[in-house]
């Protein structure tokens, strides 16, 4: 749904332009920067906070996205409950997680330095 949202803005009808134009937008690829950044926190760096920190902000930027596009276009807003409904539970799964292993957010420290190269502290 994220790549359907992603069109409406291009579309010929859409005429306005400004901060109104550009807060879509912003919004839209922070939340997906947001989403690529967390299995690379969670499952490469095994760093359960951060993978917290990221998808809590993650749902905080969801919930943006849907503010700003429903007033635009009422669909794109809608098409995204269902990713809130999946990032909601990833949430829970991701703080139980955390809370259930305590030592994990100390224990591995993972610095990605190419495709296959990681260094880790363990």
């Not at 134009?21 to 950044?37: D, E, G, H, Y």
């Not at 503010?67 to 991701?94: C, D, H, M, Q, R």
Request: net charge neutral.
């Amino acid at each position: 749904s994220s790549g359907i949202n992603a069109e409406w803005p291009l579309r010929p009808g859409y005429r306005k332009i400004g901060f109104s134009q550009a807060l879509p937008w912003m919004v839209f690829f922070i939340q997906i920067t947001l989403n690529f950044a967390w299995p690379l926190i969670f499952f490469v760096g095994h760093q359960l906070l951060g993978g917290l920190i990221d998808i809590l902000l993650m749902l905080v930027f969801i919930i943006l996205n849907i503010s700003v596009f429903i007033p635009v276009e009422k669909s794109a807003g809608l098409l995204l409950l269902p990713y809130l409904a999946w990032v909601t539970f990833a949430t829970y799964l991701n703080y139980t997680l955390w809370r259930l292993n305590p030592d994990a957010s100390t224990s591995h420290l993972c610095y990605i330095f190419s495709d296959n190269v990681f260094l880790c502290n363990n």
